[in-house]
């Protein structure tokens, strides 16, 4: 039977009663060794043998305990220090999730997660701000329930769809403690555990009430508008950069009779019947988008069908540094107005043309006034003279001097006689020529205001029609009238030119000048003289120019084309200073 193992006690205490035995011996305290069961002699050397062999046996298990101990320190050593890393991630993810959930508190957006029952488990500042609920009122409370949220689908959508997704993000109607609505863009996320199980959902909500309700008064304003911009009688179209048509007013719609549905992407150059594929329109137009800048006053006219024409105006709309995103596009219909201007430049021609007559008749009666009086009045006055001056010369004393006063009467009749038929129609200028009646003019002017006024021309060989020689000679007649009223000048010059372009008269004076805004303004007074001289002018296909400087004096060229047969497109030109 095999012996049973001793413990490391039990060896310990024979080795100990076999060293006492072993001394005993030594010493011959004692001969024999009584045990419990036996009496035996025991000799020295199988005593020391046996304590020998105990105590390599001892050593043997101390080594062995020695060795387990050590192993055991060490795995307690390795638990101790797991515990430790535990311990300390542990206080490091507290610190970081307090840390975290601080800097949620500092967010302005409603933050809070909820577990996968829909009860709260965090709630941060902005929550607590924007809901009105503390963080202690809120955790554990079913969020659905406490915000009384207006979904835009139903719950159970959105849940399944984060679960399969991972994520859902919506815009949500939440009711704050208050009783006030809040919309809110809402995101949702999911959380899983280490298993992969869903655990918890982050909601962020970021307060749009108020962008909301300004896209709400922004549609208003702008259906407002269009309101507004369909009542309007021009046509309005908004282009892209491709000059594609992104919408249109009704006008637009009606005038081009076009779908409202259909030509919306259309680009404008394909649209109709090749009215707007101009390459001069086109052109403009891409100006527009790559300077950012404008234009007024294009005019397109439409042949087909019944003749149209519109005035275009285009300007961008959100310039970028680099070019227009989109143009709008304002088109005029002045088909009628064109029309009504034919028409009133037929009119006007007719009305110059009768116009034109009128003064023709009426300066060919005043020659035949003018006539009448010379041979009439003027002789009869002329005869009476004579024979008064017969009967003064013939009668007594006692007549002679009343009829001298008589006679000096006479010559003052025959005085304004004289005057009254050169104002009425010079007689020179019909018998002798423009320049020689212009001389004449200058001379009564000259003797009459008291300046100096001089004509110089190359003579009265230009054969001139009876028509313009009138007309030129009031034309002058009129300029040294507003010479003599406002100009305050010394010295004016009438001169007298002409080449193979046309007859030239120029009217110059050293005044005080003065601003021709006042005949473009078609002002009263000085200008309406001018303004009636001009029109006449423009209407036999003359030209009227106007040079003024303050303090330089005043220039009047007045210029008839040689074929002055049709009205001409030369119109008023002036330069001030």
């Keep these: 039977m095999t012996a049973e193992k001793l413990t490391y006690e039990e060896m310990e205490a024979k080795l100990g009663e076999a060293q006492e035995i072993l001394h005993a011996l030594r010493h011959h305290e004692v001969d024999a060794i009584v045990g419990d069961r036996d009496i035996a002699l025991v000799r020295l050397q199988e005593v020391e043998e046996a304590l020998h062999k105990a105590k390599a046996e001892l050593e043997e298990r101390v080594v062995e305990r020695t060795a387990e101990l050590a192993k055991v ?20 993810s507290a610190r970081e999730s307090r840390e975290h959930a601080e800097l949620l508190d500092l967010a302005h957006d409603m933050i809070f997660v909820h577990d996968m029952d829909g009860r709260i488990v965090f709630w941060n500042r902005g929550a607590e701000l924007t809901y009105g609920w503390k963080r202690e009122e809120a ?15 139903p719950l159970l ?23 006030r609505q809040v919309t809110v863009a809402a995101r949702w996320a999911l959380r899983r555990d280490a298993e992969g199980r869903p655990a918890a959902i982050l909601e962020i909500d970021h307060d749009i009430t108020a962008r909301k309700q300004a896209e709400r008064e922004m549609t208003e304003a702008w259906r407002f508008a269009e309101s ?124 110059g043309s009768l116009t034109e007559e009128l003064l023709m008749i009426e300066e060919r009666q005043r020659r035949q006034i003018a006539q009448a009086l010379h041979d009439s009045v003027g002789q009869s ?71 100096h006024c001089q004509v110089e ?20 007649r009129e300029l040294l009238v507003n010479v003599a009223k406002h100009a305050e000048a010394r010295n004016v010059r009438i001169i007298l030119d002409h080449d193979e372009q046309g007859f030239r008269i120029a009217v110059q004076d050293d005044g005080k000048g003065f601003d021709i805004s006042i005949l473009k303004g078609r002002g009263k007074g000085r200008g309406f003289g001018m303004l009636s001289v001009r029109e006449r002018l423009v209407h036999i296909g003359g030209a009227f120019a106007v040079e003024s400087e303050q303090g330089q004096g005043t220039k009047v060229t007045m210029t008839i084309p040689i074929d002055c047969g049709q009205p001409s497109s030369w119109g008023f030109e002036g330069r001030s200073t």
Aim: proline share 4%.
């Design 157 to 179: 959508r959105i849940t399944a769809r984060i679960i399969k997704e991972g994520w859902w993000e919506g815009e949500l109607v939440r009711t704050t403690r208050a009783g």
């Design 457 to 476: 021309g190359p003579g009265d060989g230009i054969p001139l029609s009876e028509q313009v020689r009138s007309l030129l000679y009031r034309a002058v």
């Design 228 to 351: 507004i911009i369909d009542t309007m009688q021009e046509a309005l179209v908004v282009l892209d950069a491709q000059l594609r048509i992104i919408s249109a007013n009704r006008s637009f719609h009606e005038t081009f009779g076009v779908d409202p549905q259909q030509i919306v992407g259309q680009s404008l150059p394909t649209l109709g019947s090749g009215l707007w594929a101009d390459s001069a329109l086109y052109h403009r137009l891409r100006e527009v988008l790559m300077a950012g800048g404008s234009f007024e006053g294009f005019e397109i006219e439409c042949n087909g069908g019944e003749p149209k024409a519109f005035v275009l105006s285009a300007r961008p709309i959100r310039p970028p540094a680099h070019g227009a995103e989109r143009i709008l596009l304002v088109i005029q219909d002045v088909t009628l107005c064109k029309r009504q201007q034919r028409v009133i430049e037929a009119d006007k021609e007719q009305l």
């Design 381 to 451: 006055l002329a005869f009476s003279k004579r024979e008064l001056n017969l009967l003064r010369q013939r009668g007594p004393e006692e007549v002679r001097g009343r009829l001298q006063e008589v006679c000096a009467q006479l010559d003052d009749a025959i005085k304004h006689t004289r005057d009254l038929t050169f104002e009425l129609s010079p007689s020179t200028l019909y018998t002798l020529g423009l320049q020689t009646a212009l001389e004449e003019l200058a001379e009564q002017f000259a003797e009459s205001e008291g300046f």
């Design 73 to 92: 320190n060490r795995q307690l050593q390795e638990t101790l220090q797991s515990q430790k890393r535990i311990q300390q991630q542990g206080e490091r």
């Design 139 to 153: 955790i554990g409370q079913l969020s659905h329930e406490l915000l009384k949220t207006e979904f835009a689908e």
